[in-house]
């Protein structure tokens, strides 16, 4: 897996979308005429709705207008929207309510891959400030922004997350996203010293929610041959406006065939706060491969859901289909975010890439295959779900396999590899000492278990029972000396864990951790 490190700004993705609007304006004969005193419809300018014509242009100036008149739109119930090929972005600045609505995007011959069909996007103007100094874990500052604003500090002087593996690179310049309210009080942990800070950048926080509700959407996917590398599309709905709600939104995925390149994703926020997805349904795409960093060949991954520098993502009863299909990639990832909730929803996997602080939790959830992964530090609370995973909880080893914090797991259910035959470790984290990450790296530092049912039913032959942890040194690999320390779970606290075997289980191949961890079973609740 790669990860897209460039994302438009906000001002560009606006300048980019108003630019085709006009040339799309520029084009016909006279405007349509459209009233100011009721939501806008696509129809008023010209779309025709019946699956064949294209309509973006039409509805990227319907919303132009509804953002210059403060008007809702709303969408043609039954009607069926041609997207078309050409590079062109609707701004969603009002709220928006498709309805029934259908929409079509084929993407077998496109203009600009990685051009998005619709951005949301706030209509405040950023705001500068100047911050010269911030520590780990500060909650306050001087700075007295005139509105609540979602901030990104930078320091190119130090480089963080430095990927090892099939994928390896060097790094990304440390930075932070964090909300800064009008008393200068900070939401979202900073995670890092900034001694220098060489990029800030400010953008307020709308006080009005904006709601996106309904849409069926169907991608038939692009069928291009694999490159060296990964070239991501787009050809989505990208937010990058805080205080926004996706509702009821359905994407579905067609005409995959034995090639294609990768999406990163068609419901992608990026660089705001406050987002929420709820109630939608999403589509796991097919795995590919292609040529990684190290220049070996590497599964390419395609996601439906992401979500980059992003302080408060909540994703509420959203669910996909085939969550156990080993043919489709995992279907949600996350970069640097603040604070994650996921409730009620099913889904094949929840990833944090390059790492999430704060909250993390997962509530009254079923992820499948691909399971629940993770880098950062906080809190992760796992309760009343069940995971389908390799094993319950995985720390990514090529960012270090670190979590400095705590895991909470409260009555769940864990179905190893979906019900194949196989080892279990309940928690996977390993690290050799032999990689700068460009942090120190650790185990949770305290694990809490409190009710879990391991269903090992379909175990292999001679089987001694599974594992808590798997080997935390990595001692697979030998090596003479390891330069950078990782630091070992302190303490496990178990109540109420059964395995469907009965066999009781153990804390991992590794003695010397064995000894070193302190293991604490607790009475069973009534």
């Not at 005193?37 to 064949?52: H, L, M, Q, S």
């Not at 960093?293 to 996601?303: D, E, F, L, R, W």
Request: hydrophobic content about 35%; glycine content about 8%; overall charge neutral.
């Amino acid at each position: 897996m790669a990860h897209l490190r460039f994302f438009p700004t906000p001002l560009l993705v606006l300048f980019l979308s108003l630019f085709g609007a006009a040339q799309c304006c520029l084009a016909a004969a006279e405007p349509p005429a459209a009233a100011t005193d009721r939501p806008v419809t696509y129809e008023a300018f010209g779309a025709k709705g019946d699956g064949v014509a294209d309509d973006l242009p039409a509805i990227v100036q319907a919303h132009a207008f509804a953002n210059t008149h403060g008007l809702p739109v709303v969408s043609k119930p039954g009607a069926c929207y041609h997207l078309g090929r050409r590079a062109l972005t609707a701004v969603i600045s009002t709220d928006t309510d498709w309805g029934s609505s259908r929409f079509i995007i084929d993407d077998r011959d496109v203009e600009d891959h990685r051009r998005s069909l619709f951005t949301v996007l706030s209509q405040l103007p950023p705001v500068k400030l100047s911050i010269q100094r911030l520590v780990r874990d500060q909650r306050k500052l001087e700075v007295r922004p005139p509105l609540d604003c979602w901030v990104l500090v930078e320091s190119d002087k130090r480089r963080r997350y430095i990927r090892r593996g099939l994928n390896q690179n060097n790094g990304t310049p440390q930075h932070d996203c964090f909300i800064l309210r009008r008393d200068g009080s900070i939401e979202g942990d900073i995670d890092w010293d900034y001694e220098t800070i060489t990029r800030i950048e400010a953008f307020p926080l709308d006080e009005k929610p904006l709601l996106i509700k309904g849409g069926v959407f169907t991608t038939t996917a692009n069928c291009l041959k694999q490159e060296v590398g990964y070239n991501y599309w787009a050809r989505n709905l990208s937010i990058q406006r805080s205080n926004t709600t996706v509702e009821g939104l359905t994407h579905h995925v067609t005409g995959e065939g034995d090639v294609g390149h990768p999406y990163r994703g068609f419901l992608v926020a990026n660089r705001c706060a406050n987002i929420t997805l709820r109630d939608c349904f999403v589509t796991g795409h097919k795995t590919y491969q292609t040529i990684g960093a190290a220049k070996k060949p590497v599964s390419m991954g395609t996601y439906d859901v992401s979500a980059d520098n992003v302080v408060n993502f909540r994703m509420q009863g959203c669910r996909m289909d085939n969550i156990c299909d080993t043919t489709r990639w995992g279907v949600l990832a996350t970069n640097f975010c603040k604070n994650i909730l996921l409730e009620n929803c099913t889904l094949s996997r929840m990833d944090t890439h390059q790492g999430v602080s704060g909250s993390y939790t997962l509530r009254g959830c079923t992820l499948g295959h691909a399971g629940l992964n993770a880098v950062g530090r906080g809190t992760l609370t796992v309760e009343n779900c069940t995971l389908n995973g390799s094993s319950l909880v995985a720390f990514r080893g090529d960012y270090g396999s670190t979590w400095e914090g705590t895991l909470v797991i409260r009555n769940c259910r864990w179905l190893p590899g979906c019900g194949k035959p196989m080892q279990p470790y309940l928690i996977h984290a390993a690290n050799d000492g032999m990689h700068d990450y460009g942090y120190p790296c650790s185990m949770p530092r305290q694990v809490f278990i409190d009710g879990l049912v391991i269903d090992d039913r379909n175990h292999p032959k001679e089987y001694q029972g599974p594992y808590l942890f798997a080997d935390p040194d990595d001692r697979s690999k030998a090596v003479a000396a390891r330069p950078f320390p990782y630091a070992k779970t302190e303490q496990v606290e178990l109540r109420n864990l059964t395995t469907t075997s009965g066999i009781k289980p153990r804390i991992s191949p590794n003695a010397a951790f064995n000894a070193s961890v302190r293991l604490v079973e607790l009475p069973a609740s009534r």
